[in-house]
């Protein structure tokens, strides 16, 4: 791509898509053409929106002259309008849950509706950055990973991918989060009254999100429990795992830190522990290994903000790749 | 016991001694007679203490009169205190750490330092209330338990109890505690900014209520990794047990109806999850057992406010019962 | 009134209900015999409410063996309770803002609509407790105060009656309240992510709060200025005044001093700032005047709990007040 | 200047000097070739500061190749630290107190201590970036301004300097900070129990920023207090004028508009009120002009991120005009 490419985000008017919007107007040759959103009488646009593009009414005819489009739409929308993008020939990374599971009867028994493009399931690669860079690259439709997956993966696929994990134990991946995954739609779930000074878990046993880890770690022995955080934005995953007989500690970090030697928004530690406020407002993902004070135990913590790595930038940094750009434009 | 009693309370100046404080100005029996502290120039008092009794500097002659006397000092510091009462035949609640662990060297290794005064060890009795309320009834002195070992042990000892938890299985207890736990003292880990929209796991492997937890539940097979949530009080564990073969979600939670169907401060939930919001400022301990979605596997969760029931509320009941009182008095 | 009085609670799903039941439930002699609501279905009941008495859709037959009546309801909603209740005979302290203005016209233009009960309007007392205690003992129908109204009058009230303030002089009260004084129904205003570390003012120049802190002050020279917290109860006014020549801001707090000599829920400082924190969860209002660096000028600061002195703690007051028992009975 | 410039940032451990660093790594042109502190042992060093260089101990000789120094010392030690630069002809912002009051007099009475460097007063702008800009690109020194004052001044200034105000009538300065303006070091005042869920008035009538808030707007009939919110970062100043006679809320709104109008840091609300969220983590100042509801009597509110507008942004604004550079570099 030489000069500038066009871009456009579909679905503008949540946190992901105002998030998408910031990263944007610090992009170096992105340029966004249009910004538009299907409920367009849904909220009131903010009185100084990051970039100047107004929030239109959605038209497809206007992703005609772009070169990559962002979906933030609601899980079901997306599928009409990929469609519509694939026709054109555009570059597509679709925000929402329609083609993260390669399975159509799993995205039946999860979302509870038939999958609305199961055609197209075989195209879409799962875009979790730093282990599919390569297919991304080709990629016409990438489906952005969920927050939850996207920070549990990113630690605990390396150590499975390398045998460091015993065969067969159960996994833990206990997480938080912060409230604005749950979406700015107002509800007695996301009231300040519900979310300050409280904590809970929620979907015990039963998040969507829980199909889709299982699927990309490879194994059905992974107990997901999510937890909201009386806090905006980003998320901490500690995830307790069994590790393989000879297996230490320092093994586990030291398979980190190859994985992600040339991984610029991934930084693992020597010592310490992530904390949720030095990813907020970045694209880093913070991991870190343990001992866990129990012979053959180690605990493996992951940070991330939501809307950041788990949403918008690592959509950013997927369009990057796919539009041949740097991968960290607008992103550091 | 006939009319009132007389009680004091020595270190006063905390988060746990002004609680406790103000449990004892609503107690219908409870007559505060000193307020004590050994730092009597450390904190200026606020404008309104809960009871009308000013703190004084520390000075043994006025526990003469007293029925029963809190100890809200640091470990450590508590042993000489509970040699002097113990003398004085008194009825002693110390809410420190330093009669907790039974044995003297694991004292020793977890706090970094030599008991203090191991001839007495053997006749503090562990204030986990509701499972140890005979002894608790004609013990003069009572460890109160800590606030993660409450948590915890409030709802795992009676799966483990009644050999419902597989054998040798490790157990995670993933827990989130409010900044309040971390005391008054103003540093660089409590300071608002450090907490606020920050979340992090802390002493990972090495907590000092992990031997506290393993000896009460009597395996060493227990992960425990505690978290500093951005909120004041209260307290969230998630417990991830493998259940024993042919046991499922329906017998842990009949067997926590069962063993707390006469414990007033422990509510079991039928569906739903616990909130911090509803155990904060109460006595309560919520406990709920769901299925964790894998086989054999649930996930057991447990609120309390780590003010209340994990130290003050806790420390009152047991007083309570060793003064011959009705153990809610103070506390509804 | 011998032995116990029998309460109705209407509107109970609401924060202001919600806390008049845990008043309630502390109050020695009162009996909660019904809670109802006009909107069952609209808000799923806790699982734990304070009080045992469950939560029912609206019969006024319950109201005929009951003492004393508290309204929660919206406004334009009390009035045809508040007909029924006055025919029964009983004793009604409405929450709402409908016998808060006593005049009609004023609440035409303030509330959108015609005054639904013109007629009683005359036998309302304002509940404004520590000024309008004799009144209050003989009503059968108090108009309890809107929060910004008590927090701002306690205050100001007796250095105006005292003429302290100079004439014509524009005072100023900038009002900064905690969420839960915008209720408990979800909205763009009070969702998490609009609230937590964010602060606005509203309702600038036309508050509804506003005609009714003039009438009760005597005077229509009072910008009154509401700000939203990012937390979730109490309040804090700050409020300018120009003193009258001669009169210094010593005068000021003794005129305070003096008002509320025999008054148990209104604290005067000697020195130093109230803090919201240490009104929250009491019927307390903590006041202190400040000379202002600027000659003739004095800061008068209040704070209550919205929800407390502000709402239903205000509202025990008086009812316990108009059924002839202890004013404090519920509240210390 | 050509190409790039070298930046030296004294004083880099705490908020403001880590928010300038973080805006210095975004800059186009400015590279930061020292960050010194002369606490070198106070706060380890995070793991992963916004730029690249170390915190090093204090080194004057480390200056002799910048080309402007960023001073975020406590007000005292500032005036060697410039005198030095001052010598080897380097651009000065000055973001400590030390040159911000004109007189020395007042600089004793209201800082506690002589001042160090008098003959430096008079060369020092103060950095006002909208108001002085022609006197902030020649000077050498430019004193940055307090958050507050800077809050207040961008909104009263104008109103001023047009004649709007009425001549005489006493100006209400109501503002509410950040809890981050209260600095890093933990105390009694910024842990975490003591602001979360709080609020209260501070240095009512004392505070520091008032004299130099009086020295620039050329009137002392400004009362000025500040509040503590339970936030991080972020500041509202409400301000209570009486109009000059015949004039209206559009007038000085207009005024602001007029003033700001090739200002693009400053935007001018035409209706609605700023909210400190839109603000924070920018250089952006928000202003808006409401009627108080009383005859002549107008709300101006002004929002700004007390790290950002009220210190840091400013202070690359200025240094931005001081070296020739786009103003707005690193800011947007």
Do not use: W
């Amino acid at each position: 791509v030489n000069g500038t490419v066009n871009i456009a985000v579909i679905g503008a008017t949540g946190y992901t898509g105002q998030e998408l919007l910031k990263i944007l107007a610090r992009h170096p040759t992105a340029t966004v053409t249009a910004v538009m959103t299907a409920r367009p009488n849904h909220t009131p646009p903010p009185p100084a929106l990051p970039v100047d593009a107004p929030v239109d009414p959605l038209d497809l005819d206007r992703l005609d002259d772009v070169d990559g489009v962002f979906l933030c739409t609601p899980h079901g929308a997306a599928a009409p309008l990929v469609q519509a993008a694939m026709q054109k020939g555009i570059k597509i990374v679709d925000l929402s849950a329609d083609f993260r599971l390669q399975d159509q009867a799993a995205y039946q028994q999860t979302y509870g509706q038939e999958h609305p493009a199961p055609e197209l399931l075989a195209q879409a690669v799962y875009g979790l950055t730093e282990h599919y860079r390569a297919e991304i690259r080709s990629a016409q439709l990438v489906a952005n990973p969920g927050c939850y997956p996207t920070c549990i993966l990113l630690g605990l696929k390396p150590l499975l991918d390398h045998n460091l994990v015993a065969p067969d134990a159960t996994i833990v991946a206990d997480c938080k989060s912060g409230v604005s995954g749950a979406g700015k739609q107002p509800g007695d779930r996301n009231v300040y009254g519900a979310v300050a000074q409280n904590f809970l878990a929620y979907g015990v046993g039963s998040h969507r999100h829980g199909p889709e880890i299982r699927q990309q770690a490879g194994t059905d022995r992974i107990v997901f429990v999510p937890h909201l955080l009386p806090m905006f934005r980003g998320m901490l995953a500690t995830i307790y795992v069994s590790l393989a007989a000879g297996s230490t500690a320092d093994d586990a970090r030291s398979c980190l830190r190859e994985v992600y030697a040339n991984a610029d928004f991934v930084r693992v530690y020597d010592r310490g522990q992530p904390e949720v406020n030095r990813v907020q407002h970045t694209n880093y993902a913070d991991l870190a290994v343990a001992d866990a004070g129990v012979e053959g135990q180690v605990v493996l913590t992951a940070a991330i903000d939501n809307l950041g790595k788990g949403a918008a930038g690592q959509a950013m940094q997927n369009m990057n790749l796919m539009l041949g750009l740097d991968e960290e434009a607008g992103l550091s």
